[in-house]
Nanobody, 124 residues
Framework: VQLQASGGGLVQTGGSLRLSCAAF????????MGWFRRAPGKEREFVAA???????YYADSAKGRFAISRDNLKKMVNLQMNSLQSEDTAAYYC???????????????????WGQGTLVTVSS
């Protein structure tokens, strides 16, 4: 499975961005899809995940502001990000995994495939 993320860019504080991730190869509907991010000088962190059935899971920092969705026909996962703040500045990575346990959704090590990352910069 190859993943290609897009949609990053420069946005002002309080603005919105929509990230997309296209999957190539594999059976998309069998995959858990996730978004992670790495801010400059910080560890990679979980942002959001969506299960095969469409159940959504969010980091506390993303709850109420971000929304993850998937389109199994188009083999795409999206991350709608609203009310962006400077602390959201990071490289965002989409990831895919064949695991099932929801307790693992925030664990980057459980994901088998990773996209190249797309940069989000939030300026004041």
């Amino acid at each position: 499975v190859q993943l290609q993320a897009s949609g990053g860019g420069l946005v002002q504080t309080g603005g919105s961005l929509r990230l997309s991730c296209a999957a190539f190869g594999g059976t998309f509907s069998n995959l858990v899809m996730g978004w992670f991010r790495r801010a400059p000088g910080k560890e990679r962190e979980f942002v959001a995940a969506i299960s095969r059935a469409g159940g959504t899971y969010y980091a506390d920092s993303a709850k109420g502001r971000f929304a993850i969705s998937r389109d199994n026909l188009k083999k795409m996962v999206n991350l709608q990000m609203n009310s962006l703040q400077s602390e959201d500045t990071a490289a965002y990575y989409c990831a895919a995994g064949g695991f099932a346990s929801s307790s693992s959704y925030s664990n980057a090590e459980r994901y088998d495939y990773w996209g190249q990352g797309t940069l989000v910069t939030v300026s004041s």
